[in-house]
């Protein structure tokens, strides 16, 4: 098997997994419990808030775990629309967003709230004059993606924290793919709120955080008991707190090297797919990318068949979102940044990760030639196209 789909989840690295062991077993109290046993297990979860904070610059008692990025995602945007209604019920976010924050901001404007989705350009780059021009008094929040999941778009978070912090407004960011990924430091970025996940950075699923600035006061989420400051209630999932914490550790002491090693492998697929299989597109900013993200569009095909061949030889891919898979819709942020729907449809994401290899890749390209030359030879709409060109 050869898994390109590392941006739907990765494998659990084995320290992180020797770290998390004990604590189904051996260490298993109730970290929230008075006694020593207990104690032990505290005392892991608040060596991993440490490390993961650490990670993005933040202090320790500013980060607070939950089930996962959506989870994260829909607290700091309902809690913020909820706290600061009274300032005003306006939001600010991106056409390419995460569904976890499209579908808040939905829900939201049934609540009565006003959202403005501001545009991309072509490379799926927030368009920085239109989002400053959408700041209005009763603006709360403005909520930008660190990176884009399927087309690995890193966005200007500097410059949209600069123009969030000059007018008074929250601002938070969705940095699932990014976090572990590329480096982050939420004071240089101006960053109020940021959401992670473990397991888009080789720790476990079930897991992730909400960095909530000191001094900003949105309410709890889940409700119940005292836990996480008593903003979170439910009982600490301390097995995955542990792992988020020891993929932290890792990323850190990897962190320019894994980026510079991954960057080189997807440059060599890059280049292999857009000069060796005519009529394909990549999308995405060509430079300002994660580095692990390759995205491509192949005209004349349709992307769930793609996936389907692909898989038969062993090669697990994406057309996008894991979200979204199963939709016959084509994705959202393709359209978003100009694509027609009959080349939307046509996508493939390939996400790569340290163990990546060239070999892997090698094959990967010669088996994608194969079996785009043969959907294209059974489509009808290549066949018009050639009739067209020849004519």
Request: hydrophobic fraction near 40%; proline fraction near 3%; charged fraction near 20%.
């Given at each position: 098997?050869?898994?390109l789909d590392n941006a739907a989840t990765t494998k659990v690295a084995e320290d992180v997994f020797a770290a998390m062991k004990p604590y189904f077993c051996e260490q298993y109290a109730n970290p929230s419990a008075i006694y020593t046993f207990a104690g032990k297990a505290m005392k892991a979860v608040d060596a991993a808030r440490k490390s993961v904070a650490e990670l993005i610059g933040a202090q320790a008692n500013e980060i607070y775990f939950t ?325």
């Amino acid at each position: 098997m050869i898994y390109l789909d590392n941006a739907a989840t990765t494998k659990v690295a084995e320290d992180v997994f020797a770290a998390m062991k004990p604590y189904f077993c051996e260490q298993y109290a109730n970290p929230s419990a008075i006694y020593t046993f207990a104690g032990k297990a505290m005392k892991a979860v608040d060596a991993a808030r440490k490390s993961v904070a650490e990670l993005i610059g933040a202090q320790a008692n500013e980060i607070y775990f939950t089930a996962g990025g959506s989870e994260s995602d829909n607290w700091a945007v309902k809690a913020a629309a909820e706290t600061y209604k009274a300032k005003g019920k306006h939001i600010i976010t991106s056409t390419i967003e995460h569904h976890a924050v499209l579908h808040t901001c939905q829900y939201l404007e049934k609540q009565g709230y006003e959202v403005t989705y501001v545009n991309v350009d072509e490379h799926g780059v927030v368009k920085l004059d239109e989002l400053a021009a959408a700041v209005r008094e009763d603006t709360v929040l403005i909520s930008i993606m660190a990176a884009n999941n399927e087309i690995g778009t890193i966005q200007p978070l500097k410059e949209i924290g600069e123009i969030a912090r000059k007018n008074g407004i929250l601002f938070h960011t969705d940095a699932v793919q990014a976090y572990g990924h590329i480096p982050l430091n939420v004071d240089a970025l101006g960053i109020d709120m940021l959401s992670a996940s473990g397991h888009k950075m080789h720790g476990p699923k079930g897991i992730g955080l909400l960095f909530i600035r000191k001094g900003v006061r949105i309410g709890a989420y889940m409700h119940g008991g005292a836990q996480e400051r008593s903003r979170r209630a439910g009982t600490l999932n301390t097995p995955g707190i542990v792992g988020m914490g020891a993929a932290a550790c890792l990323a850190a002491s990897n962190l320019g090297e894994n980026m510079k090693k991954v960057a080189a492998i997807r440059d060599y697929l890059i280049r292999r797919v857009l000069e060796e299989i005519p009529y394909s597109r990549l999308n995405g900013h060509p430079v300002d990318r994660l580095p692990g993200n390759a995205s491509f569009c192949f005209r004349f095909i349709e992307g769930e068949s793609l996936l389907i061949l692909l898989d038969q030889k062993g090669i697990c891919a994406s057309s996008g979102s894991a979200c979204t898979s199963g939709s016959l819709d084509p994705s959202h942020v393709l359209l978003a940044i100009g694509l027609p729907h009959e080349t939307a449809h046509g996508s493939l994401r390939l996400s790569l990760s340290e163990e990546t290899t060239k070999e892997e890749i090698d094959f990967t390209v010669e088996e994608l030639k194969k079996i785009v030359e043969r959907l294209r030879s059974i489509s009808p709409l290549y066949e018009d196209f050639c009739r067209n060109q020849e004519g």
